[in-house]
T-cell receptor
């Protein structure tokens, strides 16, 4: 069964450092999402791509976060500089289209010290 | 914007009993309501979903009911088993014409053998 791949699974960094997360969606899925999940809460959307275009980044802290999906396939989410409050699980999801079922990867757990 | 409230936050049942989790939402234009199960260290996995033209949907031991007038929907798990123990999230597809899912706060279900 096809899965959304994410790496790394875990990342520990010090505040003010730069971190990057990678996501490879299910083949053929045009829509890709990055969610942030704080411990004990539900996921919150950071950014949504349709192919290589950003559809919704209204909740992305653009002063420190950036996301790209250059060829409309895999995607990278970057944080620079990381802050203590960024500690969370970063989840990638993909779907055939924005009205279709979203499939989630296992996530990257970030700890900022 | 859309707001989703989920109750209870924790639920403990004996194996074989039923479990019910309820969610309310605020945007009457919302029309897609998925439920996700998240096990420790994993990403959310879709277990059942319902669209607004249907009042109830069942898949083996799992069922979801939707009351659009009252703006609430519920997850019902019958004959619970220890492997049902996990965190369950309801979600609502917002009416913003993007794929943004608004998640509830989660319910930790513990099934005691």
């Amino acid at each position: 069964e096809a899965e959304v791949a994410q790496s790394p699974r875990y990342k520990i960094t010090e505040k003010s450092q730069a971190v990057a997360f990678w996501c490879d969606p299910i083949s053929g899925h045009a829509t890709l999402y990055w969610y942030r999940q704080i411990l004990g809460q539900g996921p919150e959307l950071l950014v949504q791509f349709q192919d290589e275009s950003v559809v919704d980044d209204s909740q992305l802290p653009k002063d420190r976060f950036s996301a790209e999906r250059l060829k409309g396939v895999d995607s990278t989410l970057k944080i620079q500089p990381a802050e203590l409050g960024d500690s969370a699980m970063y989840l990638c999801a993909s779907s055939l289209g924005w009205l279709n079922i979203q499939y989630f990867g296992a996530g990257t757990r970030l700890s900022v010290l | 914007g859309e707001n989703v409230e989920q109750h209870p936050s924790t639920l403990s049942v004996q194996e074989g009993d039923s479990a019910v989790i309820k969610c309310t939402y605020s945007d009457s234009a919302s029309n897609y309501f998925p439920w996700y199960k998240q096990e420790l260290g994993k990403g959310p996995q879709l277990i059942i979903d319902i669209r607004s033209n249907v009042g109830e949907k069942k898949d083996q031991r799992i069922a979801v009911t939707l009351n659009k007038t009252a703006k609430h929907f519920s997850l019902h798990i019958t004959e619970t088993q220890p492997e049902d123990s996990a965190v369950y999230f309801c979600a609502v597809l917002g009416s913003s014409n993007t794929g943004k899912l608004i998640f509830g706060q989660g319910t930790t279900l513990q099934v005691k053998p």
